[in-house]
Structures are given as C-alpha cells and as structure tokens.
C-alpha cells in the first residue's frame, strides 16, 4: 500500500512539472509570435517615427516598441549610407554620425543631406579646402572653413538646432526665409524633393 502511494505521488510530481514546462514553452512561443508581427514600415513613416528617441520610451515600453525603434533606426541609417553611395559623397563615411548629430539635436536627419545636396552635390563643389558642404557662412568677407568634415558635420548640426528650429523655423519653406532670402522658392521645392528622394531611396 506504501509503495503503491509512492509511485502515484510520483506520477503526480511528473505531471505538475510536464504541466508547468508545457505552460511556459506555450507563454515563449506566443511572445514570439507577437515579436514576429512587430513590422516596422520601411518607407513612409510617419514625422514622429524620425524624432522618437532611442532611450526612455515611459513606462509603457514593451519589447515590440523597443524592437520597431532599433530597426527604424537601422534603416534610417540604411537610407543615409545608399544614399550617399548613389551620389558618390565624400560624407559616405560619416553616416552613422549624420544620424547620431541628428538624434543628439532632435530634427529629422533629411536636413542635413538635403541642403548638402541642394548647397555643394553632397559636398562635391565646395569652396577649395573648406569642408563645408552647405552653403553657410559663406559671404563677402569671407568663407567658413572647418579642418574636416567630422569638424563642419558637428558644427552645421548645431547651427541648425539653435538658429533656426529652435527659433521656429520647422519647414524647408520657413528656413529658406533666413537661409536662402533672395530664393524664387526654388531652394525650399530642391529640399523638400530632397526629402522625398531620400526617404523612397531613390
């Protein structure tokens, strides 16, 4: 009677832990199922997919948020490297700090490429020796210069933040104002194609 008690305590122990390790193996596979179904759009985000930060997401933060921020990310980045590869930029190296600048200074990182593009060709016709890639400071009493491109890259970032976002100027259309006054608005249309090109990958 003793040892037949024993035996189906066992059995019982055997089935409670088969119970448990079957609970959990179906609780993972439903977390990756649901991980699975996070697709973050690779094309068309929307304005706040380019500002979201990459830390402090609140306290509703999941996994799937979490996942779509990091790959969003890639892909910006991604988008920067082919693009700077098509036109053949000498600021196909500093992508990836193109990206961090933009995410340190909080504007969407097309701006940086866009009035590169619209200014010099991405940095192909610049004042001789100047590594500056974007038009600015650039008058009669002279031209401003920079050691490298790492040196105007960080410098043109920050001037954008503090003379114009943070004054107000959100639009290619508002910037030109002050960057470009005497432009017919074909300096605002060059950036906002710009956006566009960069942002479909062409």
Same mark, same amino acid.
């Given at each position: 009677m003793i040892k037949k008690s024993g035996v189906l305590g066992g059995s019982i122990r055997g089935l409670m832990v088969f119970l448990v390790f079957f609970m959990e193996t179906v609780m993972v596979f439903l977390e990756v199922s649901y991980l699975g179904k996070q697709k973050p759009e690779v094309l068309g985000w929307e304005e706040s997919r380019?500002?979201?930060?990459?830390?402090?997401?609140?306290?509703? *933060?999941?996994?799937?948020?979490?996942? *779509?921020?990091?790959?969003?990310?890639?892909?910006?980045?991604?988008?920067?490297?082919?693009?700077? &590869? &098509?036109? &053949?930029?000498?600021?196909?190296?500093?992508a990836k700090l193109i990206? *961090?600048?933009?995410?340190?200074? @909080?504007?969407?990182?097309?701006?940086?490429?866009?009035?590169?593009?619209?200014?010099?060709?991405?940095?192909? &016709?610049?004042?001789?020796?100047?590594?500056?890639?974007?038009?600015?400071?650039?008058?009669?009493?002279?031209?401003?210069?920079f050691e490298n491109y790492e040196l105007a890259l960080k410098s043109f970032a920050a001037y954008l933040k503090n003379d114009y976002f943070d004054k107000g100027?959100?639009?290619?259309? @508002?910037?030109m104002t002050k960057y470009c006054p005497h432009s017919n608005g074909s300096w605002a249309r060059g950036v906002n194609q710009f956006f566009t090109d960069i942002e479909m990958g062409k």
């Open positions: 380019f500002t979201t930060s990459k830390i402090g997401l609140g306290e509703e *933060e999941n996994l799937g948020e979490v996942r *779509e921020v990091v790959l969003a990310d890639d892909a910006r980045l991604m988008l920067i490297e082919n693009y700077l &590869k &098509k036109y &053949k930029s000498p600021l196909e190296p500093y990206l *961090e600048l933009s995410d340190t200074y @909080e504007f969407d990182y097309r701006w940086i490429l866009a009035i590169g593009q619209m200014e010099s060709n991405l940095c192909k &016709k610049t004042p001789t020796d100047s590594y500056n890639c974007w038009g600015y400071g650039i008058h009669s009493r002279g031209t401003l210069r100027y959100k639009t290619a259309e @508002e910037v």
